[in-house]
């Protein structure tokens, strides 16, 4: 890599406001908050979805089918008789 054309890669601790999870990486990313885990000062990102809250991940929420959408897609595009 050439020198002075990168941004800084520091540490970052991404932390789910949910769920107070936390998740330690390496970004580009900048906060004001910082905070020292296992002797290491990690900038703190605060996020309000994560992996660990997000429905699709959680399997919490799943697509109920209550308006008839299938049916409705099946009367429309189904196989007509000649």
Not at 16 to 25: E, I, K, M, Q, Y
Request: aromatic share 10%; hydrophobic share 30%.
């Amino acid at each position: 890599m050439k020198d002075k054309i990168h941004p800084d890669y520091k540490p970052v601790c991404f932390v789910d406001v949910s769920t107070g999870a936390r998740f330690l990486t390496r970004s580009t990313m900048r906060s004001k908050q910082v905070e020292t885990i296992d002797g290491v000062e990690y900038q703190m990102i605060v996020r309000d979805i994560t992996a660990d809250s997000h429905p699709a991940y959680t399997g919490e929420k799943r697509f109920v089918d209550t308006a008839g959408r299938v049916e409705k897609f099946q009367k429309k595009f189904g196989r007509r008789r000649a």
